[in-house]
């Protein structure tokens, strides 16, 4: 009986970790001595916490090179500058809040290569022009593919164009819209793997959330990070939180 029970048993701790909301550290695990946001060591960091995904966000470089940054601007010797107008052996001099140089999408795609189970999520910044969010794109599904990590990462943007973009370079990637803007109908309509908002568009749509899980679509809430709103977002059944307190929601979770 014994080794009847057991295997069901394992079976069931299985498919309840499955059905689980999972989590996805915002910009890394930064919030915590030694790292910083969008560093490699918030990457590592996530990593060594056993959760889902760790997000970043990527601009191009004036000279055409992927960086991993949050904003578009940003103090360079006392003057604010634009990472689309800096050329990126400028924008490797900067360093982060804990003395690391801001990383290129590669190096940080290299260092991500060595984590054991997390999933990266990318986020594509809006440009100014289509052309640069066009190439982007391009530049982005190429390196990842290169590195031969198209089952490790999942994309996200608040830019139509670049959601529609990275699907149509890869219809296989996990692409997800920020805006927040539209029905989970409409994003199962141009092949998006769901709706990635705000918490409080879910707030005051929750029916958006059976209504994408009807459509076979996942949704995520970011950035909940304060219990009341993390344990509302559970109960709503959501299959992601982005939150800045992975483990507080590791915490609530269980």
């Known amino acids: 009986m014994k080794k009847?029970?057991?295997p069901i048993i394992l079976l069931l701790v299985h498919l309840t970790l499955l059905s689980q909301t999972q989590i996805i550290a915002h910009r890394g695990y930064w919030n915590t001595p030694g790292s910083a946001q969008n560093s490699i060591v918030a990457l590592k960091k996530a990593d060594s916490i056993a959760i889902y995904g760790s997000e970043l966000d990527v601009w191009m470089s004036s000279d055409g090179v992927p960086m991993v940054n949050h904003d578009d601007s940003i103090f360079f010797n006392g003057k604010k500058i634009s990472v689309q107008d800096?050329?990126?052996k400028t924008l490797k001099s900067i360093k982060l809040s804990?003395?690391?140089?801001?990383?290129t999408l590669k190096e940080y795609l290299k260092e991500f290569k060595k984590t054991k189970d997390l999933i990266l999520i990318i986020e594509l910044k809006k440009h100014r022009t289509k052309l640069q969010e066009d190439l982007l794109a391009k530049k982005t599904i190429?390196?990842?593919k290169a590195l031969n990590l198209q089952h490790r990462v999942e994309y996200i943007?608040?830019?139509l164009n670049l959601t529609t973009g990275l699907i149509h370079l890869n219809p296989k990637a996990k692409v997800y819209y920020l805006n927040g803007d539209l029905s989970p109908a409409v994003m199962k309509e141009i092949g998006a793997a769901g709706i990635d908002y705000h918490y409080s568009v879910i707030q005051k749509n929750p029916t958006w959330v059976k209504q994408a899980h009807d459509l076979g679509l996942k949704v995520n809430v970011w950035t909940v990070n304060k219990p009341a709103e993390i344990r509302r977002m559970l109960d709503l059944n959501?299959?992601?939180?982005?939150?800045?307190?992975?483990?507080?929601?590791k915490e609530l979770r269980q």
């Open 98 to 103: 804990n003395g690391e140089s801001m990383p």
């Open 238 to 249: 959501v299959d992601f939180i982005t939150t800045d307190e992975p483990l507080l929601v």
């Open 4 to 6: 009847i029970i057991l």
């Open 157 to 159: 943007s608040f830019g």
């Open 86 to 88: 800096t050329d990126h």
């Open 142 to 144: 190429k390196m990842v």
